[in-house]
């Protein structure tokens, strides 16, 4: 039987559950903890026990390389890894299943109340995982909203944003002025990338901080289903009106990037890995947070009720979050870390896209997603659907 979803009933309710983190936050709290490093091969507790694998479902571009690589070579585990490219992509994949053939997936934080609603996950033996190696505000971010029925079904592995990002030789952006609003500037028009549903949100931050559509910045419409039509019966005409801005909707990190450096996108509203990721490679890419705020998420583990290598599940989440894999993870996805120790990691070039990510007070006007109901996530596809289709 599925579980009953207890779902948010007011902004104030859905504003509590999500918690900040970010990226202060993780550099007071590095200090606390000492290297882990992992010298040499593990010795893994009763090896193998049942197949000697792990059948990860996992984001495309969250798992660079070396993180599976360096986990076989340590523990002699097998990865076997299905790639999906957005949250409804996973949710389908494990109802078409039950969760039979993975051991783990990989939800992000605001989509507690949906995979609760599945009931196909199992609860994590919390005396099995290294707790205290993750930062307390991510660690936060998964008990805070994953905790049912006395047990955690949700431990994190990278956090990151959804902003604004653009070819650095096409246009020139500034923090000061910059606003999900600038998607819609003259100058954009048939040049522009975005989600349909990402880029209705953007919309409604950006009328509520212009006090066009006030909105206690997009949280009213999770209040139910009344609040979220009368706001998104006012952003959706707008957006068809502007249809003719957007030069591609992205659905993956790989459409992301092809659509700056092959189809013509000069702006976009993207996550911030992709153009992070490019900028890295030195294309002529950014990616920075807006006046509104950039809208911040947290990727976690979760273990399937029909998981079948229980012992390699932890092995594995004993490997990521070390402070070197979570490190790596950032530093090859573009995405942040979520170990205690992993800052000290990254690369310089990580730390200064970070830095120009989030300039001056950004930080602390991140907008946080709040957990989503069901019926939210239905009327939301609704209304990008039609936003698509017109």
Partial sequence: MKSKIVSPTGSEQTAAAAKDFTRR??????????????????????????????????????????????????????VNTTPFSQNEEQINKLQATGGDGFDLCQPTRDRAPQFQELGILAPFDTNRISMDALLPAMLEGSTSVWTWDGGLYHVPHC???????????????????????????????????????????????????????????????????????????????????????????WDSADNTKSGFMENGVVIGQTWDGPPLSLKKEGKPVSYMAPQEGAIAWIDGWAMTAAAKNVDQIYEW???????????????????????????ALLSDVAKKNFQEAYPGDALSKLWNRPPEPSWYADLRTQYAEKFKAA
Avoid at 188 to 196: A, D, E, I, T
């Fill in 159 to 249: 956090w990151g944003s959804e902003a604004i990002s653009w070819r650095t030789d096409l246009t020139t952006l500034d923090y000061a002025t910059l606003s999900y609003g600038s998607l819609w500037s003259e100058e954009y028009k048939g040049k522009m990338q975005g989600r349909p549903h990402s880029l209705l949100l953007g919309i409604g931050l950006w009328m509520d901080a212009t006090g066009k559509l006030p909105s206690n910045r997009m949280l009213d419409a999770f209040k139910d289903e009344e609040s979220f039509k009368r706001i998104y019966d006012v952003i959706l005409p707008f957006a068809i009106e502007k249809k003719s801005w957007v030069k591609q909707f």
């Fill in 25 to 78: 936050q993780l550099l007071q709290t590095t200090a606390a903890f000492g290297a882990v490093a992992a010298a040499g091969p593990w010795i893994v507790r009763d090896a193998f026990s049942s197949s000697g694998e792990i059948n990860l479902l996992v984001w495309s571009d969250e798992l660079p390389d070396p993180v599976i690589p360096e986990f076989t070579k340590k523990t002699g585990i097998k």
């Fill in 317 to 343: 989440l004993k490997h990521v979050h070390t402070p070197e894999i979570s490190a790596a993870v950032a530093d090859g996805s573009g995405y942040n870390p979520v170990v205690k120790g992993s800052d």
